[in-house]
Nanobody, 121 residues
C-alpha cells in the first residue's frame, strides 16, 4: 500500500519545539518533491515548507522562516519538519504531501492523514 504517515505532533507550550516526521511506505521518497502543509480550524490549508527531490532547494512561508527547518533522509525514506520557537498561531493539523512533478504545490500524488500540533500554555 502506497502511503505517507505523519507523526510527532502534540501539545507544546509557546516557545517549545516539535519535530514532525513523514514516512513513506510502498514507494521511494527520493523520487518526490515533499511539502508540509497545515490547516487550522476554520481556515484554508496553507503551505508551510517544501523540499525538492534532490534536497538541494527548500522553501518556507514567511511566518515560519528562521523557526522551521525541513530536511529529508532518503535512506530512511522520511522527511522531517523541525519546528522551534512555536507560537499559538502555529496550531493546526499538519500534513505532508509528495509529488513527482509539482514543487511547493497543492497538487500532489500522495497526502498523509495529518498530525495535530497544538501550541498553548
Amino acid at each position: 500500500q502506497l502511503q505517507l504517515v505523519e507523526s510527532g505532533g502534540g501539545l507544546v507550550q509557546p516557545g517549545g519545539s516539535l519535530r514532525l516526521s513523514c514516512a513513506a511506505s510502498g514507494f521511494a521518497l527520493d523520487d518526490y518533491h515533499i511539502g508540509w502543509f497545515r490547516q487550522a480550524p476554520g481556515k484554508e490549508r496553507e503551505g508551510v515548507s517544501c523540499v525538492k527531490s534532490s534536497g538541494g532547494s527548500t522553501n518556507y512561508r514567511d511566518s515560519v522562516k528562521g523557526r522551521f527547518t525541513i530536511s529529508r533522509d532518503n535512506a530512511k525514506n522520511t522527511v522531517y519538519l523541525q519546528m522551534n520557537s512555536l507560537k499559538p498561531e502555529d496550531t493546526a493539523v499538519y500534513y505532508c504531501a509528495a509529488s513527482r512533478t509539482s514543487y511547493c504545490s497543492v497538487r500532489n500524488d500522495y497526502w498523509g492523514q495529518g498530525t495535530q500540533v497544538t501550541v498553548s500554555s
